[in-house]
């Protein structure tokens, strides 16, 4: 009888404000997995005690004072020290617990060193799972896994604000204790299911990753695709893979935790569920988006995503030597990840004109076309420089032609911009007199007498539609990705397929044909040339009118010569993306050789009109004008 009088005072203490542990209804722990009674419907409970609070609380004589009050605790502590969670992004120091903190009060049990009925005033309690049963490892309880707590949301620490972090706002039931994010910021260990679908002991219901948000608000989240309420004719496809910890489905409902556990992931860092690019094909496999970017990955070329598995890491800075190391690591390699070029929490599905980035690409870093590091990248192009701009570790093999093997064969370019780096993109469209608009406007006149009379009026889809909301004019600007992207994809007209540069089936990652001739034994032998086919030249067709145009030799009196008759290739006399030379005309050295004289020359002397001195197909130029 005595022993009920003191826990009725220790309920009357905490509705009368006393702060354990924010005197919400204990009461509600009769049942629960914390209510250990004898009679207890938990499966986890003692064999005879009859008492719910005696496991953790005393009313004389307790242990445990913490920086919020005496807590008359009666359960052992702890005196283990694990591993704390640690991360490179990081901001916020996480110190060792101390006795001070209050969940040193929750790791008497929790990091599975202490048995479970080990109490100071009324000994050593048994359980039904044995003696001095205390949680084993297998236990989704046991905090201190294999890993001690560098799986798990850090706890006992002062948050530092920023404007992605801040405290919880007053009376919301996410509370600092004693200014510190604490066990008891999350859980209420005294009410099970204020969450009623998680239960675990949350302090309120956590749809939307509610918990986390009162603290974390990162940047475009809101606007974000995963922020916002399924469609309803993919909603009976978010399977309970995506909620398989919390028991929600949908994606919006999960927030955060589709990506993240805050215990025990299977990646500790940033907390991350699973290995990279496995956290997004839970979804972008096809099993909840009706597009399948996993499927990209297996075609023929595309983006090493699969064979670098989690080395991206999201402090890697402007020249980690370059981008593809991170500051704090010189070990971890060149690497394309899903977070290179997304953000997964800002990415939506907003349209934007060149070369300003799609809601896809919103809040990835990137390399300006000054070389100067972006926290967020504005333009499409920015992202791409990361990798194919002064990354320093990429291959560079100039003359062997090997460089870009497995993404097909590299022409022998004549002009290197200025000799520096072959293959920087970022140099060469901007210090290149002639260049693809993909920085900067090239601003010449299209049109019948025009500098590029064959340029369309709008890029036009494989079937000749012309492409929605594009216009091209001498001050239009280009993506990268509208000459790299999925061959098969929506960008093309084909609605089964996400549109990127994460796989085609053509080299160079390209979404449609540009036709290389095959090299002759030697530069300017004879050679077959390519058969010509209109489809082999898609991609220049997609811009630049390659029947109407082209081959009535507008721009150059000998293109449908060249083209049709010999077989020679776009790329055999100009380079997609830049030239040291006029009009993109910048010869493949593996096709094209030198003249009987010596001279590899092209000199253009007005609108249509030049001269050439080469050998190409067995034919010696010497001063050709046209």
Known sequence: MRRWLYIAMLLALASAGVRLYGARNHAAIINTRHDFRAASSASV?????????????????????TSDGTYLWNHRLSTTQFQAYS??????????????????????????TIALGDTLNDGLLGFVQGGSYSL??????????????????????SPQLSSEIRTPPPGDPVRLSGGKVQCISCHDPHQENLD?????????????????????????????????????????????????????????????????RPHAPQVAERLVKFPE????????????????????????????????????????????????????SSAVGRHAECADCHNGHAANNSSAQPPQVSGPLLGVPGQSAANGFLPR??????????????????????????????????????FDVGNLNRYNTRMEFEYSPSYHPVTRARNLSSGPGGEVPSLRPAPILPGGATMAGRTLSAGSLIYCTDCHNNDTGRNVGLGASPEGPHGSSIPHLLERQNMLEPPPALPGGSTAGVAYSNTDYALCDKCH????????????NKHSEHVQQAGAACSTCHDPHAS????????DRSIVGPASNGALQYTRTGVAHGTCSLSCHGQDHVNVTY
């Open 580 to 587: 040291s030379s006029s009009m993109l005309i910048n010869f």
């Open 45 to 65: 409970r003692s064999v005879s005690g009859a008492d719910a609070c005696v496991f953790c609380h005393t009313p004389h004589n307790g242990g445990g004072a």
């Open 196 to 260: 009623a679908t998680v239960g675990k002991f949350l302090v309120k219901s956590n749809s939307g990753s509610a918990i986390c948000q009162t603290c974390h608000q990162q940047t475009g989240w809101t606007t974000s695709a995963h922020a916002q309420p399924p469609d309803p004719s993919e909603d009976p496809k978010y399977t309970s893979l995506q909620g398989a910890h919390t028991g929600y489905t949908g994606v919006s409902r999960n927030a955060c935790e589709s990506c993240h």
């Open 277 to 328: 690019e496995n956290t997004c094909f839970q979804c972008h496999d096809g099993s909840v988006t009706n597009l399948n970017i996993k499927a990209e990955f297996v075609k023929t070329y595309q983006h090493p995503v699969m064979i670098t598995p989690s080395v991206h890491d999201a402090s890697e800075g402007p020249n980690s030597a370059l981008h593809a190391l991170p500051e704090t």
């Open 136 to 157: 084993p490892l297998s236990s989704s309880s046991d905090l201190a896994d294999t890993q001690g707590f560098a799986n798990d949301h850090p706890f006992a620490f």
């Open 87 to 112: 991360s490179t992004t990081l901001q916020s120091t996480v110190t060792p617990i101390t006795p001070q903190d209050s969940s040193k009060l929750c790791l008497s049990c929790h990091d599975g």
């Open 545 to 556: 009118d390659v029947q109407n145009s082209v081959l009535r030799d507008l721009s150059f």
């Open 377 to 414: 990248s504005n333009n499409e192009y920015e992202i791409c420089f990361k990798c194919h701009g002064d990354s320093a570790n990429k291959p560079q093999l100039f003359d062997s032609g090997t460089a870009g093997i497995g993404y097909g064969r590299n022409p022998q370019r004549q």
